[in-house]
């Protein structure tokens, strides 16, 4: 589905949203397909801190609170850190700083920009909570998601996730600054499988990373997306428009309990 009041949308696999799921648990990732945007962010750019005309955002924003058939999103300053907010859907969270959302409330949508990190969305089986985590290596490499799954301790949960579109493990080369810190944090063995060799330079695999992660956090891994946003036109991705000079736009990601 691509139009000018929406977007296509990718959602995650059967094995997260299997057909029980599905009734209990709304879970998408838009393209940049249909929006408002033009130029360097053409079309459907819900980020309001890249550049872009701030009338277009809002216009796609709401477009797709409207195709979602929810009343309101809720959006976070995104700082890669590790903080994880919760969101009760009775106010808004503009200036609020946070990585990772969460909430037990139903019909409150979660939103989590990206153009390159993962968007890694949490249930459990029952649908008792939703989270959404923004998974850049600076907030993985500090355990956001440990951090997350404490909010939920005591609550008897099967937490279960899906790893959504973001760069692959071809696309993205990275300095010694990411082994480092991944070295710092979780040792050599894991710093060296995650940061490897790839024709000639060292490439990282984000979403390896993130599945020790929540392998740590005791979250169910339920698949990754097979897109690489920064080969498929469909997505942006902030690598990509920087090998060119320009900037670009931003990818939502949005769970909510239904």
Not at 15 to 35: D, I, N, S
Not at 186 to 209: M, N, P
Not at 226 to 237: I, V
């Amino acid at each position: 589905m691509s139009n000018k009041a929406g977007t296509e949308l990718v959602q995650p696999g059967a094995r997260f949203l299997t057909p029980e799921m599905k009734a209990l648990v709304g879970a998408v990732t838009t393209t940049r397909v249909g929006g408002e945007s033009l130029g360097c962010y053409a079309e459907f750019n819900v980020g309001d801190h890249v550049g872009d005309n701030p009338r277009h955002v809002a216009a796609n924003r709401l477009a797709l609170a409207g195709q979602l058939g929810l009343r309101k999103l809720h959006w976070v300053k995104q700082v890669h850190g590790t903080k994880a907010s919760y969101v009760s859907g009775k106010a808004n969270n503009f200036g609020i700083e946070a990585d990772a959302l969460w909430t037990d409330r139903p019909k409150v949508g979660l939103c989590i920009m990206t153009a390159d990190c993962l968007p890694i969305f949490i249930t459990d089986s029952r649908a008792q909570v939703v989270a959404l985590v923004h998974g850049g290596w600076r907030s993985l490499a500090g355990g956001i998601i440990q951090k997350l799954s404490t909010h939920f301790a005591g609550r008897a949960l099967a937490l279960r996730a899906w790893i959504g579109p973001g760069i692959s493990f071809a696309s993205y080369p990275v300095g010694s600054q990411l082994y480092d810190e991944i070295y710092a944090a979780y040792g050599e063995k894991l710093a060296s499988q995650v940061c490897r060799e790839h024709k000639g330079a060292l490439h990282a695999d984000l979403a390896l990373l993130a599945r020790y992660c929540l392998s740590e956090a005791a979250i169910e891994y339920c698949g990754v997306s097979s897109a690489c946003n920064y080969l498929d036109s469909r997505f942006y991705s902030h690598r990509r428009a920087s090998v060119n000079a320009t900037s670009t736009g931003r990818m939502a990601s949005v769970i909510w309990i239904r």
